[in-house]
């Protein structure tokens, strides 16, 4: 990734951590304030910290793998 995470993927991934580590993107969406499409591509772009378990829509699951 690059040098420095941005602000919608820093509040992203620190939501999935309070949320123990394995949430849906509606889950995660709720948490920072967000829709789900841009949660969505903000986990999206994160694939070096986060596994997409699967889903449709704001049901997709979300797994942190990786501290970055």
């Known amino acids: 990734m690059g040098n420095e995470l941005?602000?919608?993927?820093?509040?992203?991934?620190?939501?999935?951590r309070e949320l123990g580590g394995t949430a849906?993107?509606?889950?995660?969406?709720?948490?920072?304030?967000?829709?789900?499409?841009g949660v969505s591509q903000t986990l999206g772009a994160l694939w070096l910290a986060v596994n997409c378990l699967g889903g449709k829509g704001g049901e997709n699951k979300w797994r942190l793998w990786?501290?970055?």
């Open 6 to 16: 941005n602000k919608h993927q820093k509040e992203a991934l620190s939501a999935l």
């Open 66 to 68: 990786k501290e970055i």
């Open 24 to 37: 849906t993107t509606r889950q995660i969406a709720e948490k920072v304030k967000r829709s789900v499409n």
